[in-house]
């Protein structure tokens, strides 16, 4: 069982940034495709990003791309997503996710491939 965990949620200011923090307790994810996804109220969840296991090889949601950067520490025990250029439409409940599946071909973005998810991180973008 893998348990995760966030930090770094909170309110800022349309054009802001922040940054979120997954880890895993007592263990690395390196062995984990790892993934961000959000919910917004009244909202499906939804995908934001994906790293591979290697580190190496990233992939976006569309209306993130180009201001939201997903990456890993070199000790594979910590995943971030750093936020800049926020909107209030980023408002949502934010949660990291580890999938046992190989992500070396491709890129998984569906929330059913993953199996461990953390609780989530509020991100508040105020107008």
């Known amino acids: 069982q893998v348990q995760l965990v966030e930090s770094g949620g909170g309110l800022v200011q349309a054009g802001g940034s922040l940054r979120l923090s997954c880890t895993a307790s007592?263990?690395?994810?390196?062995?984990?495709?790892m993934g961000w996804f959000r919910q917004a109220p009244g909202k499906d969840r939804e995908f934001v990003a994906t790293i591979r296991r290697s580190g190496i090889g990233t992939y976006y949601a569309e209306s993130v791309k180009g201001r939201f950067t997903i990456s890993s520490d070199n000790a594979k025990t910590t995943v971030y997503l750093q936020m800049n250029s926020l909107k209030p439409d980023d408002t949502a409940v934010y949660s990291c996710?580890?999938?046992?599946?190989?992500?070396?071909?491709?890129?998984?973005?569906?929330?059913?491939?993953?199996?461990?998810w953390g609780q989530g991180a509020q991100v508040t973008v105020s107008s």
């Open positions: 996710a580890a999938s046992r599946f190989n992500s070396d071909s491709g890129y998984y973005s569906n929330s059913n491939s993953y199996h461990y």
């Open positions: 007592g263990r690395t994810l390196s062995s984990y495709t």
